[in-house]
C-alpha cells in the first residue's frame, strides 16, 4: 500500500503570509500513460466534512480561492496557500488515488493563525 | 442541488452488525463512483471502501476487508455499507463521498461528501 506523509503535523503562520504543506507518497502516484499525479488535497474545518481543494496534484476546485495552489510531481507534493486568511484555519490532507486501491490519506497538517 | 446524506449510524455492541445508508440527489448517481471514509474521534481521514459506478468493482481497506461490504442501488440513488463483526476501533464518523465520473478526464477527487453518520462500537 502506498504511505502518505505529510509535514509539518502543524503549522502557525501569520495572516497574510505564506503557508506550505509538503506530502510525501512511498511511491509515485504519477500515471505515465496520461501524465496526471493522482494526489489531492482536502481541507477540513471542526464540524464539518472535508472539502476538495485540489486534485490531479495542481488543479484547484471550481469555486476554490486561488491563494491556494497544489505542486509536485512523482512523490513529493506541496499545498501553498499564498497569503494565510482567518477563514483558513483548519486541519489539510493529501489522499492518493492512484491505480488500484486501497487509496490512502496523510495524517494531516493543522493550520492554525501565529 | 448536489446532495449526499447518510443515515443508520448509532451505537452497537462489538461483534454486531450494522448497515449504513447514503442517499444522492441533484446529480446522475448511476455514472459515478462512490466511496466510504471514516475519522475516529480526533483522529484523521481513513478511506475504507469503493464501489463503482456500475456496481461491478468493490476494493476495500486492509483494516476492513472481509467485515464491510459496499454496495449501490443505482435505481434508488443509494450507497450502503455492511458492517459486520465490528470492533471498538471502528467507532468514527463515516462519510460518503462522490468519486469519480465515468468516461470524464476534465475531474477527479472525492468532490462532494456527506455529513457523515457516527458509529460507535461499545459494550
Known amino acids: 500500500d502506498i504511505v502518505m506523509t505529510q509535514s509539518p503535523d502543524s503549522l502557525a503562520v501569520s495572516l497574510g503570509e505564506r503557508a506550505t504543506i509538503n506530502c510525501k507518497s512511498s511511491?509515485?502516484?504519477?500515471?505515465?500513460?496520461?501524465?496526471?499525479?493522482?494526489l489531492a488535497w482536502y481541507q477540513q474545518k471542526p464540524g464539518q466534512p472535508p472539502k476538495l481543494l485540489i486534485y490531479w496534484a495542481s488543479s484547484r476546485e471550481s469555486g476554490v480561492p486561488d491563494r491556494f495552489s497544489g505542486s509536485g510531481s512523482g512523490t513529493d507534493f506541496t499545498l501553498t496557500i499564498s497569503s494565510l486568511q482567518a477563514e483558513d484555519v483548519a486541519v489539510y490532507y493529501c489522499?492518493?488515488?492512484?491505480?488500484?486501491?486501497?487509496?490512502?490519506f496523510g495524517q494531516g497538517t493543522k493550520l492554525e493563525i501565529k | 442541488q448536489v446532495q449526499l446524506v447518510e443515515s443508520g449510524g448509532g451505537v452497537v455492541q462489538p461483534g454486531r452488525s450494522l448497515r449504513l445508508s447514503c442517499t444522492a440527489s441533484g446529480f446522475t448517481f448511476s455514472r459515478y463512483d462512490m466511496h466510504w471514509v471514516r475519522q475516529a474521534p480526533g483522529k484523521g481521514l481513513e478511506w475504507v471502501a469503493v464501489?463503482?459506478?456500475?456496481?461491478?468493482?468493490?476494493h476495500y481497506a486492509d483494516s476492513v476487508k472481509g467485515r464491510f461490504t459496499i454496495s449501490r442501488d443505482n435505481s434508488k440513488n443509494m450507497l450502503y455499507l455492511q458492517m459486520n463483526s465490528l470492533r471498538a476501533e471502528d467507532t468514527a464518523v463515516y462519510y460518503c463521498a462522490r468519486g469519480h465520473e465515468v468516461g470524464t478526464t476534465l475531474h477527479d477527487g472525492l468532490d462532494i461528501w456527506g455529513q457523515g453518520t457516527t458509529v460507535t462500537v461499545s459494550s
Open positions: 464501489v463503482s459506478y456500475d456496481g461491478s468493482h468493490e
Open positions: 511511491q509515485s502516484v504519477l500515471y505515465t500513460s496520461n501524465n496526471k499525479n493522482y
Open positions: 489522499h492518493q488515488y492512484y491505480s488500484s486501491p486501497p487509496y490512502t
